[in-house]
């Protein structure tokens, strides 16, 4: 079993920056890909950004190339999402989540994830 635990949302400033933390435990291999979503009040779920753990491959939403970065520490078994540049409309509700056999690609536009966190709150506002 998989458990996903995000943590290091809050209340920033517009222009201001956050790190993100999922922190994965059980069983995710090397070729799991583990993507970050977001779903504001109101809003459809989005796909923001996503890593392939075994190559380290990513991809982003256009509406968050250039400020978002994703990585990940295989030590420590978690994948962060550092968001710099944060504008008011980045605010959400953010998930972190994992799948076996998936392409980020795909699965950030489908969401079709097997694991999920339950979020972490990140709200942009002066």
């Known amino acids: 079993q998989v458990q996903l635990v995000e943590s290091g949302g809050g209340l920033v400033q517009p222009g201001g920056s956050l790190r993100l933390s999922c922190a994965t435990s059980?069983?995710?291999?090397?070729?799991?890909?583990i993507g970050w979503f977001r779903q504001a009040p109101g809003k459809e779920r989005e796909g923001v950004s996503c890593i392939r753990v075994n190559d380290g491959s990513t991809y982003y939403a256009d509406s968050v190339k250039g400020r978002f970065t994703i990585s990940r520490d295989s030590g420590k078994n978690t994948v962060y999402l550092q968001m710099n540049s944060l504008k008011p409309e980045d605010t959400a509700l953010y998930y972190c989540a994992a799948d076996a056999l998936g392409t980020c690609r795909n699965e950030l536009r489908t969401g079709g994830m097997d694991y999920w966190g339950k979020g972490t709150l990140v709200t942009v506002s002066s």
């Open positions: 059980g069983f995710i291999r090397d070729y799991y890909i």
